[in-house]
């Protein structure tokens, strides 16, 4: 159970992010505010973010050495965030480029690094993203593509299992779409039945899927060396959501939907 509170909380912190990003809704655009409103404002977003990523691999270490009290992030990415404002602000006393301009390029960055993250702070990278962090060779690579496949497979085995009600967590979620639910909400409710235990056994869904992941892990630390391995330990990946051109999952809802709609 506390397993799932910390990871609804990195989730309420990504979210809170986001809006602040967005904006909310005012409907003024960002860049209509004066710019060193402006400037202040993706300041604040800028130290959030970190202290999003900084707190959601607090919590992944925490948990993974089973220690549920020490869920803190390393103070190593502030210090790189502190030394890279200052050469920001360096760099612009020198820069004679407008201001507007500068906005517009840390903007672009920010909604770049939000776009590829999922509600709880992670990377859902690509293969080929991976490649290069990680500096993988081709075989590695076709290795560690194969490695996600099969977790995507296990994903869409593991949801389709009945509750004691008869319905499957992944049938539950698309009613939730098919109700026109958003998706944080949606979300929101699969992490919540992923704390009901699987019928006919004494492990809850989501140790199931904690279990699936461990094992790839443990696989992709056999297959890359200690320098990539660690580089992929900080990258926080998103496990099940990395973009190898196949995805069971959504591909299941995607069916469902379009089955309803057809009748």
Same mark, same amino acid.
């Given at each position: 159970?506390?397993?799932?509170?910390?990871?609804?909380?990195?989730? @309420?912190?990504?979210?809170?992010?986001?809006?602040?990003?967005?904006?909310?809704?005012?409907?003024?655009?960002?860049?209509?505010?004066?710019? @060193?409103?402006?400037?202040?404002?993706? +300041?604040?977003? &800028?130290?959030?973010?970190?202290?999003?990523? +900084?707190?959601?691999?607090?919590?992944?270490?925490?948990?993974?050495?089973?220690?549920?009290?020490?869920?803190? #992030?390393?103070? &190593?990415?502030?210090?790189?965030?502190?030394?890279?404002? #200052?050469?920001?602000?360096? /760099?612009?006393?020198?820069? #004679?480029?407008?201001? @507007?301009?500068?906005? +517009?390029?840390? %903007?672009?960055? %920010? *909604?770049?690094?939000?776009?590829?993250?999922?509600?709880?702070? $992670?990377?859902?990278?690509?293969?080929?993203?991976?490649?290069?962090?990680?500096? =993988?060779?081709?075989?590695?690579?076709?290795?560690?593509?194969?490695?996600?496949?099969?977790?995507? +497979?296990?994903?869409?085995?593991?949801?389709?299992?009945?509750? &004691?009600?008869?319905?499957?967590?992944?049938?539950?979620?698309?009613?939730?779409?098919?109700?026109?639910? &958003?998706?944080?909400?949606?979300?929101? !409710?699969?992490?919540?039945?992923?704390? @009901?235990?699987?019928?006919?056994?004494? *492990?809850?869904?989501?140790?199931?899927?904690?279990?699936?992941?461990?094992? =790839?892990?443990? !696989?992709? *630390?056999?297959?890359?060396?200690?320098?990539?391995?660690?580089?992929?330990? *900080?990258?926080?990946?998103?496990?099940?959501?990395?973009?190898?051109?196949? /995805?069971?999952?959504?591909?299941?809802?995607? $069916?469902? %939907?379009?089955?309803? #709609?057809?009748?």
């Amino acid at each position: 159970m506390n397993q799932v509170i910390l990871v609804v909380s990195g989730l @309420a912190l990504a979210v809170s992010v986001y809006a602040l990003f967005g904006g909310g809704d005012t409907g003024v655009p960002v860049m209509a505010a004066p710019a @060193a409103q402006s400037e202040g404002r993706l +300041d604040q977003i &800028e130290a959030r973010l970190d202290a999003l990523s +900084d707190e959601v691999m607090g919590i992944s270490r925490a948990l993974k050495a089973g220690n549920r009290k020490a869920a803190t #992030a390393d103070t &190593e990415p502030q210090r790189r965030f502190t030394g890279l404002g #200052a050469e920001a602000n360096q /760099d612009r006393k020198r820069s #004679a480029a407008p201001a @507007a301009d500068q906005l +517009d390029s840390r %903007l672009a960055a %920010l *909604e770049n690094k939000l776009r590829h993250r999922n509600p709880f702070g $992670q990377w859902m990278a690509t293969v080929e993203e991976l490649e290069s962090t990680l500096g =993988m060779t081709s075989e590695q690579s076709v290795q560690a593509k194969a490695m996600f496949n099969e977790v995507k +497979d296990q994903t869409l085995e593991l949801l389709s299992v009945a509750n &004691e009600e008869g319905k499957s967590p992944l049938d539950e979620m698309t009613e939730d779409f098919r109700q026109g639910m &958003e998706f944080k909400p949606a979300l929101d !409710r699969l992490v919540k039945r992923m704390e @009901a235990t699987i019928p006919g056994t004494s *492990e809850t869904y989501g140790q199931r899927m904690q279990g699936i992941e461990r094992s =790839m892990f443990e !696989r992709l *630390e056999d297959t890359l060396d200690d320098s990539q391995f660690e580089r992929l330990r *900080e990258a926080n990946i998103a496990p099940t959501m990395i973009q190898t051109g196949y /995805d069971p999952v959504g591909e299941y809802i995607r $069916q469902s %939907l379009e089955a309803d #709609a057809k009748r």
